[in-house]
């Protein structure tokens, strides 16, 4: 299984940024998918995530109203939406694979090489 997580750059506090994840191997559509964000010096914290329908999404406060996570199973993708991004989104972002859409690390077997989203101020 591999994750591939694309689409992080430089957007200025206030705009839009579409992240990707592309997923190979099998069964993609019977895993839940989340996203990860770490910061300079902090700790992997989690994003949002979705159950393996999409018909179950979970967020942490922070990003609640501002991104969407969603799936597309028949390209076995997943994706963050980020709007009214803000400098303290600045972090590198991570797909991740798991059983279930939960907010614990652990849970999660298979996780992308990241991809940095820089918010500028």
């Known amino acids: 299984v591999q994750l591939q997580a694309s689409g992080g750059g430089l957007v200025q506090a206030g705009g839009l940024l579409r992240l990707s994840c592309a997923v190979s191997?099998?069964?993609?559509?019977?895993?839940?998918m989340g996203w990860f964000r770490q910061a300079p010096g902090k700790e992997r914290e989690f994003v949002a995530a979705?159950?393996?329908?999409?018909?179950?999404?979970l967020y942490t406060d922070s990003v609640k109203g501002r991104f969407t996570i969603s799936r597309d199973n028949a390209k076995s993708a997943v994706y963050l939406q980020m709007s009214s991004v803000k400098p303290e989104d600045t972090a590198v972002y991570y797909c991740?694979?798991?059983?279930?859409?939960?907010?614990?690390?652990?849970?999660?077997?298979?996780w992308g090489q990241g991809t940095l989203v820089t918010v500028s101020s």
């Open positions: 979705i159950s393996a329908t999409g018909g179950s999404t």
């Open positions: 991740a694979r798991g059983q279930q859409s939960v907010v614990t690390r652990s849970a999660y077997a298979y």
């Open positions: 191997g099998s069964a993609f559509s019977v895993y839940a």
